[in-house]
């Protein structure tokens, strides 16, 4: 089945800094979504990018299909950015898989 | 505008029980779900269902099964619980389209029931 890995699998920041996390998939995809966990557990939808860039405030993202990878970028780091984000692909077999995630930790 | 919502927030049961845990979807959603989080660990897939069906399913055995109601809700039965299946379970739902792949559409998810085995 397909592979999903995202690097880095920790990144420890002061507030204020950018940030780029990265998911690299082994197969065609025709979904990739970013997502936060919360420290409640809760998934908070960041994007929906099969393919192409989308900007949402401080939070950008661009998923080049063709070369397996997507990039999700937070500008102006908050502590209230800190969390794990999760990259989660659809593809042929039909079924959604989840990366290991990026914990994020935003210093004051 | 209701997102997913889920019951109960935390459950603890003893080994060799057995769980029902519920998910309504968004308004407007008609498919739903279900995932594992393990601690420390990405969702893994169960299984989802469409139209009162299970149309797919990842690698978990059949003491996990499911529901889905004319509502759309859902529930997620687990049989003889064992201390492994200690998890936060995640519901989420989407709006099925005409794609053929169930797996391309977006997908919002629920807070969690937190279960825990003994």
């Known amino acids: 089945g397909i592979q999903v890995e995202q690097s880095p699998p920790d990144l420890i920041l002061q507030e204020g800094a950018n940030s780029t996390l990265r998911c690299n998939f082994s197969d065609s995809v025709n979904n990739l979504q970013w997502f936060h966990q919360n420290p409640w557990g809760q998934l908070i939808n960041l994007f929906y990018?099969?393919?192409g860039t989308k900007q949402n405030g401080r939070l950008s993202a661009t998923t080049v299909a063709t070369e397996r990878y997507s990039l999700l970028y937070i500008s102006s780091s908050q502590t209230t950015d800190s969390g794990v984000y999760f990259c989660a692909v659809g593809n042929r077999d039909d079924k959604i898989i989840f990366g290991k995630g990026t914990r994020l930790h935003i210093l004051p | 505008d209701a997102g997913v919502t889920q019951s109960p927030t935390h459950l603890i049961k003893t080994r060799g029980q057995q769980v029902t845990l519920r998910c309504s979807p968004k308004?407007?959603?008609?498919?739903v779900s279900w995932y594992q989080q393990a601690l420390g660990q990405g969702p893994q897939f169960i299984f989802q269902?469409?139209?009162?069906?299970?149309?797919q399913r990842g690698n978990f055995p059949d003491r996990f099964s499911g529901h889905q109601f004319p509502n759309y809700s859902s529930e997620l039965n687990v049989n003889a619980l064992l201390l492994g299946d200690s998890a936060l379970y995640l519901c989420?739902?989407?709006?099925?389209?005409?794609?053929?792949?169930?797996?391309?559409?977006?997908?919002?998810f629920g807070p969690g029931t937190r279960l825990t085995v003994t």
């Open positions: 308004s407007g959603h008609d498919t």
């Open positions: 989420a739902s989407s709006l099925t389209g005409t794609s053929t792949f169930y797996s391309s559409y977006e997908q919002y």
């Open positions: 269902y469409y139209e009162e069906e299970e149309r």
């Open positions: 990018i099969p393919s």
